[in-house]
T-cell receptor, first 111, second 115 residues
Framework: QKEVEQNSGPLSVPEGAIASLNCTYSDRVSQSFFWYRQYSGKSPELIMSIYSNGDKEDGRFTAQLNKASQYVSLLIRDSQPSDSATYLCAVNMAAGNKLTFGGGTRVLVKP | KAGVTQTPRYLIKTRGQQVTLSCSPISGHRSVSWYQQTPGQGLQFLFEYFSETQRNKGNFPGRFSGRQFSNSRSEMNVSTLELGDSALYLC??????????????FGEGSRLTVL
């Protein structure tokens, strides 16, 4: 089992729709969770961080965390073509004290 | 504020050679992490340095090594290059290390091709 798992996609959504991305992790004691966006040919950039159970909203992005289910998700509302990218889930694995990334979900927003 | 700077951006080496990559973190950041990114394996953690000390290391062979200088600049070295070492090597800086690490700022990467 991979430490951080994501569906590789591509997740195709029409412009204006909600894109829903999921991530599961194996380390039950993990405390910090992050979403990074990586455009093709570019380096990852942080878009959201979440540390407590529940929802955290930032503009069109909402991160959701459920530690009991070891599940973190990202919602992108009113998706735009500029949101087309690979979204990487990252978890600070307490056991290893390092940031571990999932394989990423490729999102395609079609006009 | 200048971002994370990595040099060189592109390089081509042959099997058996060695390579040194450099990373200058954001001013004031004392933590530097290195990642290898390949299409098949994604982002794989190599190691993290904080205040010149290696704090953590990933599951890579001893051919991969690194160091950090007093000005927080970091280098990583790969010796006896193999074809499978072809990848994008990303450096990321952070204000903090340890349990809070996660808010990383990445450089543009050094793309290594091994022939």
């Amino acid at each position: 089992q991979k430490e951080v798992e994501q569906n590789s996609g591509p997740l195709s959504v029409p412009e204006g729709a909600i894109a829903s991305l999921n991530c599961t992790y194996s380390d039950r004691v993990s405390q910090s969770f992050f979403w990074y966006r990586q455009y093709s040919g570019k380096s990852p950039e942080l878009i959201m961080s979440i540390y407590s159970n529940g929802d955290k909203e930032d503009g069109r992005f909402t991160a959701q965390l459920n530690k009991a289910s070891q599940y973190v998700s990202l919602l992108i509302r009113d998706s735009q073509p500029s949101d087309s990218a690979t979204y990487l889930c990252a978890v600070n694995m307490a056991a290893g004290n390092k940031l571990t990334f999932g394989g990423g979900t490729r999102v395609l927003v079609k006009p | 504020k200048a971002g994370v700077t990595q040099t060189p951006r592109y390089l081509i080496k042959t099997r058996g050679q060695q390579v040194t990559l450099s990373c200058s973190p954001i001013s004031g950041h004392r933590s530097v992490s290195w990642y290898q990114q390949t299409p098949g394996q994604g982002l794989q953690f190599l190691f993290e340095y904080f205040s010149e000390t290696q704090r953590n290391k990933g599951n890579f062979p001893g051919r991969f090594s690194g160091r950090q200088f007093s000005n927080s600049r970091s280098e990583m070295n790969v010796s006896t290059l193999e074809l499978g070492d072809s990848a994008l090597y990303l450096c990321a800086s952070s204000l903090v290390s340890g349990a809070l690490i996660g808010e990383l700022f990445f450089g543009e990467g050094s793309r290594l091709t091994v022939l």
